[in-house]
């Protein structure tokens, strides 16, 4: 413990000598919805946090709305107190925020590791389903690739408007897919790259979507998937304030327009054992297709996580390259689990199905579980889109049917942890019941 104090603290000093004109550091951890909330340090307080004085939040801050709202969720919230709990600074992720008005820092917090580590903090549930891999000898490398949209800064009628092009106001003369567009919008898009490296984050290929407007960063594999799932939530953070500076809104709101295809996360996973070998390159692959069919049992009961809102259900189906059943394939965008060609050195699977507003944390954890658990059943996968185009399981395409689905499964429960997935499957429920509290527009053209 002297020993990580002693590297915090020489992070923090070393911090405040190359930045001495930033006064205060934003502490930041996620939320269930995944949203960051924390509290704004005097950066010679957060000297004395990393020399080792208590660092605490309230415990009830985790399980916040998509609205930043509190639900009863069991005794949590009104029935308990309102408990602090104790937190940690992630060694390594203070780092100047360069997109706000005035010199600030950011750091992340966390509670795993800790004591008494929140049993519902996603980075927590991560962190326990890693150290069950590790100590079962396997190894996870991954990688995210986030797709989003810049929209035009000012909202009209409070719908987005897609972002202008320096050479034209019409989204069909945007070239999708092309190189021109990344030229066009090049200015922001490449100090969104530069903003992300400055924050430790591995940005390697940009690439511009098929949606006007929308755009996807790839960032490097990482032998550390607690450190891949924060650089994937950091990025989210400074590409929407980078994007502000520049006179845009950055959203990766799952399905922003019904016209134009959804943005999502995918997610690239390896797995090695401590001598360096690919696990599911062994024994003619038959360990990728007993991984695969883990992925596939487990997902009609995780998609809570990966769609985790009402806009993520619509990304689903109609549009390029997004299932509405559970698959899988080679070198196949259509399925929800791709195999992409490579080596039996980097042998992986590629989870397409999150969308891009999901919770890293637990959209990761939930895909390491399908893994392990098909590892541990050794069941063979039904037959590939490559076979059988009709190839695949259903699963939930609506919130509250997700819930159930989810919330009994045993495995999930067991992976995950029952009191994490009881507290998740209330918090989606209620957000989603709240969401329906309110009469749009064309319910008065339709019933009035």
């Known amino acids: 413990m002297k020993s990580h104090s002693s590297t915090l603290l020489a992070e923090v000093r070393t911090f405040r000598q190359n930045h001495p004109d930033v006064r205060y550091v934003d502490l930041i951890a996620l939320d269930i919805p995944g949203h960051f909330y924390g509290k704004r340090y005097p950066v010679d307080m957060l000297e004395k946090v990393a020399a080792g004085s208590p660092l605490k939040m309230p415990q009830n801050a985790v399980l916040l709305g998509a609205q930043g709202g509190l639900f009863k969720i069991g005794d949590y919230c009104f029935h308990d107190g309102d408990p602090d709990a104790s937190r940690r600074l992630v060694p390594g992720t203070l ?6 008005s005035q010199p600030l820092g950011q750091m992340l917090m966390t509670s795993d590791g800790t ?9 927590e549930v991560l962190a326990k389903v890693l150290e069950r891999l590790h100590h079962k000898g396997i190894h996870p490398v991954v990688a995210f690739e986030l797709e989003f949209y810049l929209f035009d800064k000012k909202l009209y009628s409070g719908l987005p408007q897609f972002a202008r092009d320096p050479l034209s106001d019409d989204p069909d003369d945007q070239p999708n897919l092309h190189i021109e567009r990344l030229s066009r919008f090049s200015e922001v898009l490449d100090d969104m790259a530069q903003t992300a490296k400055d924050q430790g984050i591995d940005i390697t290929v940009i ?3 098929l949606g006007p407007g929308q755009f996807e960063i790839n960032f490097g594999h990482l032998d550390d998937g607690l450190r891949a799932a924060d650089w994937a939530a950091l990025f989210c953070r400074s590409t929407r304030g980078v994007a502000l500076k520049h006179g845009y809104r950055a959203s990766f709101m799952a399905k922003p327009y019904l016209q134009y295809p959804g943005s999502g996360m995918h997610v690239h996973v390896s797995l090695y054992d ?6 599911l390159a062994a024994h003619q692959q038959q360990p990728l297709r007993h991984a695969v069919a883990g992925c596939l049992e487990l997902l009609p009961h995780c998609m809570p996580i990966f769609s985790p809102n009402h806009n993520a259900f619509r990304r689903l189906g109609g549009t390029v390259n997004a299932a509405t059943r559970a698959s899988w394939g080679f070198e196949d965008r259509d399925a929800c689990v791709r195999i ?3 080596d039996p050195r980097n042998l992986r699977i590629e989870h397409r199905l999150a969308s891009a507003d999901a919770n890293p944390y637990l959209v990761l954890a939930a895909i390491l579980a399908g893994l392990e658990h098909g590892l541990e059943a050794r069941q063979e996968p039904f037959a590939p889109l490559n076979e059988d185009r009709n190839s695949g399981a259903d699963f939930p395409l609506e919130m509250l049917d997700a819930v159930r689905a989810m919330q009994h499964q045993p495995v999930v429960r067991d992976k995950l942890g029952g009191e994490f997935v009881d507290v998740y499957c209330e918090n ?10 309110e009469i749009n527009a064309r319910e008065y053209r339709w019933f009035l």
């Not at 780092?95 to 706000?100: D, N, R, T």
């Open 95 to 100: 780092k100047p925020v360069s997109w706000e």
């Open 115 to 123: 004591e008494a580590p929140i049993e519902f903090e996603p980075r």
């Open 207 to 209: 690439t511009a979507e």
């Open 274 to 279: 401590g001598a360096g070998n690919n696990v």
């Open 340 to 342: 992409p060609e490579s």
């Open 428 to 437: 989606k429920r209620q957000d989603h019941l709240a969401f329906q509290q």
